[in-house]
């Protein structure tokens, strides 16, 4: 085969697989969201859920409260687990693991 017939062919394919990738359909299924459980609690009782002294892992950000059980990032032994079982809202803002911002919110 010559040159110029490979590379129509290449191109051809190209051309289909673009139309192909343009007419498909877009299918957005994102997973059934968590059941949400309204809960207050104070920064002492807040303190029990940091996934060691409780498997639930919760994290609070202005006042409201996140169960991140499950999550990786805030497993026992990774970067963001300081941040579990207390208010972190200043800490994040501040990116600092530093004691003295914990339960500043609120």
């Known amino acids: ?56 892992t919760l994290l609070a950000l202005k006042g409201e409260i996140y169960d991140v059980t499950g999550s990786p990032f805030y497993e026992p032994g990774s970067g963001y687990h300081a941040f579990t079982g207390r208010d972190a809202s200043v800490n994040l803002a501040k990116m600092s693991h530093d004691e003295q911002y914990f339960n500043k919110y609120g």
């Open 1 to 56: 085969m010559s040159e110029w017939l490979i590379v129509a062919v290449v191109a051809i394919v190209a051309v289909l697989f673009l139309v192909y990738q343009a007419n498909k359909k877009i299918e957005f299924n994102p997973p059934p969201p968590k059941e949400i459980v309204k809960m207050d609690l104070t920064f002492e009782q807040l303190l029990k859920y940091d996934g060691i002294k409780d498997k639930k």
